[in-house]
């Protein structure tokens, strides 16, 4: 059973770096088309992509937001984890990682999401 | 604003069928895979539609995907309560902001 937990804190303050980790279970980042992603909904809009990262590593970014964006992968502890710098209110949201299928181009397995609000 | 675009609500009564329209640019569902995903109200997205119509294991076949051209259609047929939702579709965006993109989403009313 493919099983994936996000996890960081609910709060942050404006111009700090949020740092959440995706803890996952049932596959391995190190299989050749194994992704991960992490996306964001802010509350009442739509999904918004972030990044992906790849089981080769190739890593990829939401161009918009791409100067304050890292995500890495540590394999042997099954986890991911996405670092945002400078937050602000507007990043708000719900943050979901989900495995990204490279064969079949879509997001089979999303984790429950946390939420983050940015506020002094 | 999003790269794609999809109606904000539709609704149909119970037992009938709806459809959902999303439309994009040649570098994006032009040339790329499309898939939907239902997200229920307080919940994360679940993955409906790969590969333009293929359904997951589990997704029953009132689901179904197509696409022509630069557009998407998710269509469901005998409507359920249940299926009160928001669906997104997304695909892969070939262009210089490449990346994964998302439509506005549609939220489905069964009336």
């Known amino acids: 059973q493919v099983t994936l937990r996000e996890s960081g804190p609910a709060l942050v303050k404006p111009t700090q770096t949020l740092t959440l980790t995706c803890t996952f279970s049932g596959f391995s980042l190190s299989t050749s088309g194994m992704c991960v992603s992490w996306i964001r909904q802010p509350p009442g809009k739509a999904l918004e992509w972030l990044a992906r990262i790849d089981w080769d590593d190739d890593k990829y970014y939401s161009t918009s937001l791409k100067t304050r964006l890292t995500i890495s992968k540590d394999t042997s502890k099954n986890q991911v984890v996405l670092t945002m710098t400078n937050m602000d209110p507007v990043d708000t949201a719900t943050y979901y990682c989900?495995?990204?299928?490279?064969?079949?181009?879509?997001?089979?397995?999303w984790g429950q999401g946390t939420m983050v609000t940015v506020s002094s | 604003q999003s790269v794609l675009t999809q109606p904000p609500s539709v609704s149909a009564a119970p037992g009938q069928k709806v459809t959902i329209s999303c439309s994009g640019s040649?570098?994006?569902?032009?040339?790329?895979?499309v898939s939907w995903y239902q997200q229920l109200p307080g919940t994360a997205p679940k993955l409906l539609i790969y590969?333009?119509?293929k359904r997951p294991s589990g997704i029953p076949d009132r689901f179904s995907g197509s696409k022509s051209g630069t557009s998407a259609t998710l269509g469901i047929t005998g409507l359920q309560t249940g299926d009160e939702a928001d669906y997104y579709c997304?695909?892969?965006?070939?262009?210089?902001?490449?990346?994964?993109?998302f439509g506005g989403g549609t939220k489905l009313t069964v009336l």
């Open positions: 590969d333009n119509n």
């Open positions: 989900a495995r990204y299928i490279a064969a079949r181009d879509a997001f089979d397995i």
């Open positions: 040649s570098s994006n569902i032009g040339n790329n895979y």
């Open positions: 997304g695909t892969w965006d070939s262009s210089l902001s490449a990346g994964l993109v």
